[in-house]
């Protein structure tokens, strides 16, 4: 099988390298390759200490290779040149040597062949081998002498066996015609004058050696041409320039490895207080505010030390006094509650016999009776608001959880909420009732939770029907209220649960509100471990949506309901928006569970990948039954809408 250009077995890889389908024991190779890549990655993110000595190695191992070839460039140059001037030297010395011997020799076969009156004949075969031998006498070792004949006159190159003719000669253990190449030869041919090549000593065992050939054509005794090089081997000088290496290397390695060293040190010394402060500092975020650097010398680095014990202690102290300022202020808040509560029940005892009286008063009077047992109501609230925050503020809350069904909850809560609804125009509908919602929850807070954003849901909704969706999956159950009212700006759905905070200060609170229900709310959200999320658009509505762990104490990774509705108008239009900014008419119940149908399992939804992105398509799982059937299963549980339409109020 070819695959990105290489051959791989079909047992091996059958679909995909690294993929889930690969071969287990690809898998697990690639595991344990990947286990100490891993590691030495994490640490080389972690550690500043190893990443300046690491590039520190680097360049100073890429310095000493320049220095090192630059100096060994030098050295190989100051080496070549000495060898080829001492050389040029050795070689100008012995061509006038054998020269002079030529000239000697002819000269004294002209006598002896004027004296015995014939012309006398040299034997050039023994005068060129005593003129290699005494030429290479006094450089044994240090280079070697190769004669040949000259191309120019073909008659005389061939072997001893005759008076005249000049076979190769060669001083030592060296191949004459190898080690010699064809071109000086022809430069040689061509030209008297001396010639220098680089080239190869070739030894009579095969080794070759690099050397220097100098050579020039000569004439022996008889006037014949022949051809008489040095070959000066670089051996020595080989020699020396292992050395230079041998000594750059070792050098450059203790340069190296002395430079790592002293920046590791140094390094250190940087590194080691700023490990110091960032371990502090942790500590500081963890709440140890007592904990302080230890700070020595007057350099820079404990400069730095002072600075930051400095600020610790400043810290502290800020701490401390907002900490006594706010335990002062829910110290306050609380014995404010508590000793209000005796006055505040006496009232209340004088305000309902002054109200069971009221009838006996005339009209303004009996106004006024009425006024003040709402207003003593809503101060009674809110004292009550008032100590449950404070115990919230102090870490007094206990959460006693246990096993509850969040359907009697809301069945509770909407209950109480009807007589509201009735007097706005809305109605409740509830979808993903039809199963048991589970959970591990403290049932009285749950229901206050809910009861304030159900009832900030009848309030604010305008008149229209009010949604309550209940879900559960991935371990987490959700409940969300969705109304078609006024909505939310941009921004509100963050501030909305900020204490005594209004959307509209204008808009007066008809059922006595205190401005802390939200801020509860969330408190006993958190307390579950778990979410109070706003979403909400200028005139289409809002959703509140409470996310808890099924199991008290359980992570919780996601929501199995958007807190996005799908009918909201940025996913299904503005053309479903009525004229003037109001909103539209809230769509049928298909558009509610995302015109998707619903899901098997009797309406439990599944929990999505991003509880907040928006998409709703895959959380139609209300379980059977349209809007009139919703509205119908509601008529019969509370008994109190009968058969009217919804009526959905301007």
């Known amino acids: 099988m070819w695959r990105g250009g290489r051959f791989l077995p079909d047992g091996l890889l059958s679909e995909g390298a690294t993929g ?38 680097l360049m100073s191992l890429a310095v000493v290779l320049l220095l090192g070839l630059v100096v060994i460039g030098q050295v190989r140059n100051g080496l070549l040149e000495a060898k080829r001037q001492a050389a040029q030297s050795q070689a100008a010395g012995g061509f006038a040597v054998a020269e002079q011997m030529a000239d000697a020799a002819a000269d004294g076969g002209a006598e002896g062949e004027a004296g015995n009156g014939r012309r006398g004949v040299q034997d050039t075969g023994t005068w060129l081998n005593n003129l290699v031998m005494q030429l290479a006498s006094g450089g044994q070792g240090v280079y070697y002498l190769v004669a040949l004949s000259s191309e120019e006159d073909g008659g005389t190159f061939g072997s001893d066996e ?12 060296v191949r004459p015609e190898e080690s010699v190449s064809a071109e000086l030869r022809e430069a040689l041919d061509e030209s008297p004058d001396t010639h220098e090549q680089y080239g190869k000593v070739v030894r009579t065992d095969g080794r070759t050696e690099a050397a220097l050939v100098i050579g020039k054509r000569l004439n022996d005794p008889n006037g014949d041409p022949y051809q008489l090089y040095y070959l000066f081997p670089f051996e ?8 230079v290496k041998g000594t750059l290397a070792t ?23 700023v490990r110091m402060a960032a371990r502090i500092s942790e500590r500081l975020a963890a709440g140890r505010l007592q904990e302080r650097m230890k700070v ?31 335990r002062m202020q829910r110290r306050f808040v609380s014995d404010v509650s508590h000793e209000l509560r005796t006055p505040v029940t006496t009232v209340r005892m004088a305000a309902d016999v002054i109200y069971e009286a009221r009838d006996e008063f005339d009209p303004v009077t009996a106004r006024s009776a009425e006024l003040l047992l709402g207003q003593l109501d809503r101060f009674e609230s809110l004292l009550a608001d008032l100590l449950e925050i404070s115990r919230f503020d102090a870490g007094a809350a206990a959460l006693e959880a246990e096993p509850i069904d969040l359907r009697d909850v809301v069945r509770r809560v909407l209950e109480g909420a009807e ?10 509908l509830v979808y993903g009732d039809e199963r048991p919602v589970m959970a591990e929850a403290d049932a009285r807070r749950i229901e206050r939770v809910l009861r304030n954003l159900v009832v900030n849901a009848v309030e604010h909704g305008e008149g229209r029907d009010i949604v309550v969706r209940l879900a ?33 200060p204008a808009r007066a609170r008809t059922t006595g509100g205190t401005g802390l229900g939200l801020s509860i709310a969330v408190e006993d959200a958190r307390l579950h471990g778990g979410w109070l999320q706003a979403w909400g658009e200028p005139g289409g509505g809002s959703q509140f949506r409470l996310t808890i762990p099924q199991t008290a104490g359980g992570p919780l990774r996601g929501s199995p309901i958007p807190l996005e509705p799908a009918d909201s108008r940025r996913r299904r239009g503005l053309e479903g928006a009525r004229p003037g900014g109001r909103a539209a008419v809230p769509p ?3 558009a509610v569970e995302g015109r998707h149908g619903p899901s098997e399992g009797g309406g439990v939804a599944a929990p999505p990948r991003d509880a907040d992105s928006g998409d709703g398509g895959n959380h139609g799982n209300d379980g059977d039954g349209g809007g009139p059937e919703a509205r119908r299963r509601m008529t019969e549980e509370h008994g109190r809408h009968g058969d009217r339409h919804g009526r959905r109020g301007g």
């Open 20 to 57: 889930s389908r690969a071969h287990p024991v690809f898998r697990m190779f690639v595991r344990w390759v990947r286990r100490p890549l891993l590691a030495v990655a994490r640490l080389w993110r972690r550690n500043i200490q190893l990443r300046v000595v690491a590039a520190t190695l």
């Open 296 to 326: 020595a010398g007057e350099d820079d680095i404990a400069r730095l030390g002072e600075s930051f014990n400095k600020m610790a202690k400043n810290l502290q102290l800020k701490i401390q006094q907002l900490e006594e300022l706010s």
């Open 588 to 590: 049928s119940r298909e």
């Open 472 to 504: 559960t999956g991935d371990g987490a159950v959700a409940v969300a209220v969705r109304d078609y009212g006024v909505g939310l700006k941009p921004g509100e759905a963050t501030r909305v649960f900020n204490r005594f905070w209004r959307a509209d």
């Open 236 to 243: 020595q000088e080989e020699k020396s320039l292992s050395l």
């Open 419 to 428: 007589p509201l609804a009735e007097r706005k125009g809305s109605r409740f």
């Open 251 to 273: 050098a450059g390695v203790f340069v190296v490895v002395l430079l790592g060293a002293i920046a590791w040190l140094v390094v250190r010394q940087v590194v080691t207080p």
């Open 162 to 173: 005759g008076t005249g003719t000049h076979g190769p000669r060669a001083s030592g253990e």
